[in-house]
Antibody, heavy 123, light 110 residues
Framework: EEQLLESGGGLVRPGGSLRLSCAASGFTFRSYAMNWVRQAPGKGLQWISHISSSSTNIYYADSLKGRFTISRDNAKNSLFLEMNSLTDEDTAVYYC????????????????WGRGTLVSVSS | QSVLTQPPSVSAAPGQRVTISCSGGTSNIGNTYVSWYQQLPGTAPKLLIYENNKRVSGIPDRFSGSKSGTSATLVITGLQTGDEADYHCETWDTSLNTGVFGGGTKLTVL
């Protein structure tokens, strides 16, 4: 069974940093493009970042570029998100999601999702 | 403010048909593929439809997707109480070079 399991969430002070991890199992992780998506309480989904299977292509939401860094370790079937200078607006459930992206055809979808990890930014 | 616009909520009775719209522009829906996700209360999103109208394996044919111009539509027929969920549209914006989601639509089955 395809599974993604996020970890690393928790309570952090404004201005602080956090590193999220996502462990993959049940599918060929090294062949999958991966993403981070977040959802603030009572709000819709917000895409954060995409990393291709070999880490060659990386994209970020403009509003988060410079503060968030996505990376992966295919040998360990793991995806990461480094988050810096956190504010209360970053409070959300953070989902790890795998899928497909063809930039030239504008074709993008996410067919494997984790359960999410909650990040709370508060003093 | 989401790049893609969805109605905040829709409702219909069991057995009825409901449509959920997703409106964008030429840099996204107008020239890309649209996907739809179902998010049951307290759970992670689940992919329903990809490439505008292809159902994921195991998704009943009560769910269908379509696209015309810069808008996409999710149609659910034969509504069931278990369909109560938030539905999100999504695509890639070729101008921003980013993934974009709609604001989500809450479906209530009366």
């Amino acid at each position: 069974e395809e599974q993604l399991l996020e970890s690393g969430g928790g309570l952090v002070r404004p201005g602080g940093s956090l590193r999220l991890s996502c462990a993959a199992s049940g599918f060929t992780f090294r062949s999958y493009a991966m993403n981070w998506v977040r959802q603030a309480p009572g709000k819709g989904l917000q895409w954060i970042s995409h990393i291709s299977s070999s880490s060659t292509n990386i994209y970020y939401a403009d509003s988060l570029k410079g503060r968030f860094t996505i990376s992966r370790d295919n040998a360990k079937n793991s995806l990461f998100l480094e988050m810096n200078s956190l504010t209360d607006e970053d409070t959300a459930v953070y989902y790890c999601a795998g899928g497909y992206l063809d930039v030239w055809r504008g074709n993008w979808y996410l067919d494997i999702w984790g359960r999410g990890t909650l990040v709370s930014v508060s003093s | 403010q989401s790049v893609l616009t969805q109605p905040p909520s829709v409702s219909a009775a069991p057995g009825q048909r409901v449509t959920i719209s997703c409106s964008g522009g030429t840099s996204n829906i107008g020239n890309t593929y649209v996907s739809w996700y179902q998010q049951l209360p307290g759970t992670a999103p689940k992919l329903l439809i990809y490439e505008n109208n292809k159902r994921v394996s195991g998704i009943p044919d009560r769910f269908s997707g379509s696209k015309s111009g810069t808008s996409a539509t999710l149609v659910i027929t034969g509504l069931q109480t278990g369909d109560e969920a938030d539905y999100h549209c999504e695509t890639w914006d070729t101008s921003l070079n980013t993934g974009v989601f709609g604001g989500g639509t809450k479906l209530t089955v009366l």
